[in-house]
Structure formats: C-alpha cells, structure tokens
C-alpha cells in the first residue's frame, strides 16, 4: 500500500469509528416519494420543498431550451460572451428582491466561496455566526483575513468581538444565515446591521433558506433590505444556483464579474434557459424554484 491509500485507509478508519464516515445510498426520486432499497418512501429531506422540478411547464421549458440552444454554453461567460439570457435572468433576480443587482454564480457554495475574497483579503477580518454554513467559512478562510466566529446569534458577542479587534484591520465582514437550516431559527438581522453600520463594517447574509418563506418573513425581509449597507445572497436550487443582491453601490457586483474565479468559470446554461421560457424565477430560496412569474 502506498503512502496515499494508506493516509486514506486510516482517515476513513478513524472516520468509521467516530460515526462520521458518510455512505452515499442510491435513491430514484419522483415527484413526491422516493424509492430506496425497493421501497417507496415520502421524504422530508429534499429541498425541492414544493416540487417545482417536476411541474410540467418547468420540465418542458427544459426540453424547449436544450432542443434550442444544446446542453451547457461551452465555456466561462467571460471567455465566449455573457448570454442575454443570464443577464435577463439576473435581472429578474433583482426585481425579485428589490435589488440594485443581481450576479448569477454556478453554485450556492461557489457564491459564498467567491464573494467572501472579493470583498476581503489578508490583513481585513471576517466575524461570522459560530452556525454558519460551510461556504461561508470557506469564503472567510480562502480571503486570508483574520476570522472570528461569535456565539450563535448572539449579538453582544459580535459587538464584543468588533470592539476588541475592529481598529486593528481595514475592513470588516460580519456574516450570518438569515435562517439556520439544521436549527430554522432566524438571525438577528436588524440589530447586526445596527452593529455593521456602527463599526463600518460590511454584514453579509446567506439568504438561502429565508426566500422561501417570503409570506411569513417578509416583514422582516423589508425591515433590513432599506438599509443600504447589507449585502444578501439568495441561493436558488434545483438547478445550484446563487444570486447576490445588494443594496451597496453598483460597483459591488461588478467588482464580483471581474475578479472571482467562482463567477468568471460559470459554464453551463440550460437551466437558465428552462427559467427563462417558462416565466419562472429560480430565485426563491434555497430549494423552491419560481413561484413568482417573471413580468
């Protein structure tokens, strides 16, 4: 055995013994069951929360879009062009959201992973929710900045942190979920924009989970997205996409199109063109695609 499988072997024994090594189970999912191991059962895990990959007008939006235009744009849209149907679609997004801007990334992890370093870097810090999602860390750790994590929404930690470390760095990011999917509790967004615009710093919010309870939430939505200093990613599946809207200046998103490899590597297409024809905004939250139709 060489060094590698013998580095992976013991990895994956030590993840075994701890109850961590992770068994990947094949799964046939349909409209509302799914079929596991020859049975058929109704899962509460998906995040196609109401089933909008299988609505007849999306599906043949689909079929319509890759008989036209082919699967995938065979490059980056920096490379061979941005498609009008991209921009279109960021579009939408933004009126969606009552954004500015919107800027479409291939995934909800590669929007936090690109966004992060594009407004932070080495020297700057980042002061982030301890419950986080994945990518935001990820995001925090690929910017090289200092980053310090506060109890999970408590804001008088946040303020403690920032009192403490703010004059020692540049710039500042405070990031958080709006909603914590493994918790579905909600992030104190009014008073950490109050504390942003304090210590100007700059709050970032993964809005993943929030969009798509826009009825209940909306209120509180509105509460914050009036404050120009916030910036909110909304991520969109089935399809992997994120949105960044913002309410800081124009030159935020166009600051995200010319220096992050997460954007400038986003090649394929034809979901965005399944969203375009069938008037259906894949913008809604982490797993709801479009209910609103697009005017």
Known sequence: MDSLDEFA???LAGLDRGGLKRVLTETTRGELHVERN?????????????????HPDVKAAAIAAITRYGLGSGS????TGNHPLH????????????AEAACVFGSGFLANAGIVPALIGEGDLVILDELS???????????????????HNDVGHAEALLRAHRGAHPHVLVATD???????????????LELADAHDAWLVVDDAHEMSDLGHHAAHLRAVDQRP?????????PDQRCALDTGA???APDLLHDNRLPFCCICHLANTFACRSSHLCFGLGRAVAGTVSAA
Request: with cysteine; hydrophobic share 45%.
């Open 9 to 11: 072997a013991a990895k």
């Open 76 to 79: 980056s849209r920096l490379v």
């Open 249 to 251: 200046p124009d030159r």
């Open 229 to 237: 200093p916030l910036v909110h990613l909304v991520e969109a599946e």
């Open 178 to 192: 709006g909603v914590f999917s493994m918790d579905g509790d909600l992030a104190p967004l009014p008073r950490l």
């Open 38 to 54: 020859g049975r058929r059962l109704l899962s509460f895990s998906c995040n196609d929360y109401l089933n909008f990959t299988h």
């Open 87 to 98: 921009a279109e679609l960021e579009a939408r997004l933004a009126r969606l959201k009552g």
């Open 133 to 151: 999602h994945a990518c935001l860390w990820a995001g925090a750790r690929l910017a090289r900045a200092s980053v310090l994590p506060y109890r």
